[in-house]
């Protein structure tokens, strides 16, 4: 026991002010590397050891056009979710002007993103979970979980929702949801006013009380306004551009240039490194051009 209590003794005071440091260096992130506190640790698609163990990374955002890398920023976070802000401010800082259209799949599509993308006159093609998957259930005339919240009548007069049984759910109230980036989304409640005994409960809802719903009516708003410019033939078109322009770039870097992993560590060298290659790129693009 004694020899425990002089064990912790020294070496506790050391390791709690190491860990401090690691808590300050980490910032917002939920993991880093200790042999480069910049990486955090990421699931990688290409995993050459082969064990899906997680590996310490940067996240590299791009844009291009028609192939060629117009901007780039690395981000440190996992989710690409809470990168398209800061990229597009870079883009802007750099041009000193906004794009004028912007293309991203499923993994940009958020309530910030596309405010953020509306404030600024962006014209977006930005998918959000499950637009392909609606796609695909609307066209075989499937109806998935009938009962969810999406798929209940919405009186927009009277701010009401009906559920199955026609019952009317009356807003009870709202609160503020903050999502990790401090973003405050306003998210309205229903209650139904008479669940009992009725025979759809079992399929309806599994609370012991009346149902409630939540809407976010603003991501409602802004994802039904995405999934028109979407399905518009100029959003057709621009969907099959993002394949050939921006995929084409991450191809020729991993593959033809052989560029799968930073050589430097640290997030300037590593800035500096993706640059170069960006530089190297292009420039193969423009002598291909001539
Ligand atoms: S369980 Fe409640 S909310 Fe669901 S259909 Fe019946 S009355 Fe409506």
């Not at 079992?202 to 609370?207: E, N």
């Amino acid at each position: 026991m004694k020899q425990k209590l002089n064990y912790a003794k020294k070496h506790w005071p050391g390791n709690i002010a190491k860990n401090k440091t690691y808590q300050q260096q980490m910032g917002s992130r939920n993991s880093m590397s200790k042999t480069d506190p910049d990486a955090t640790f990421m699931r990688m698609k290409e995993d050459h050891m082969l064990n899906r163990q997680l590996k310490p990374g940067y996240n590299l955002q791009a844009s291009t056009n028609n192939q060629f890398i117009a901007n780039y920023t690395i981000a440190q976070t996992t989710a690409n979710t809470t990168t398209l802000i800061e990229h597009t401010e870079d883009f802007i800082e750099g041009y000193g002007k906004a794009p004028q259209t912007l293309t991203a799949d499923a993994g940009y599509g958020s309530d910030e993103n596309y405010t953020y993308l509306e404030d600024q006159n962006i014209e977006a093609f930005v998918k959000y979970n499950y637009f392909h998957k609606g796609q695909l259930d609307e066209k075989r005339g499937k109806i998935k979980k009938p009962f969810a919240a999406d798929k209940l009548f919405y009186n927009h007069h009277t701010d009401t929702y009906y559920c199955p049984m026609g019952q009317p759910m009356e807003n009870i109230g709202s609160y503020i949801r903050q999502t990790a980036t401090g973003y405050e989304q306003k998210i309205d409640r229903y209650q139904a006013k008479n669940c009992c005994g009725c025979q759809l409960r079992s399929l309806c809802h599994q609370s012991k009380y009346n149902r409630i719903v939540e809407r976010n009516h603003k991501l409602v708003r802004l994802k039904a306004k995405a999934k028109q410019k979407l399905l518009s033939p100029e959003g057709v078109a621009h969907r099959k551009q993002r394949f050939w322009d921006v995929e084409a770039v991450f191809g020729n870097i991993k593959h033809n240039m052989n560029f799968k992993r930073f050589m430097l560590r640290g997030l300037d060298k590593v800035n500096t490194e993706i640059g170069l290659i960006a530089m190297a790129h292009n420039l193969k693009k423009v002598s291909l051009a001539i």
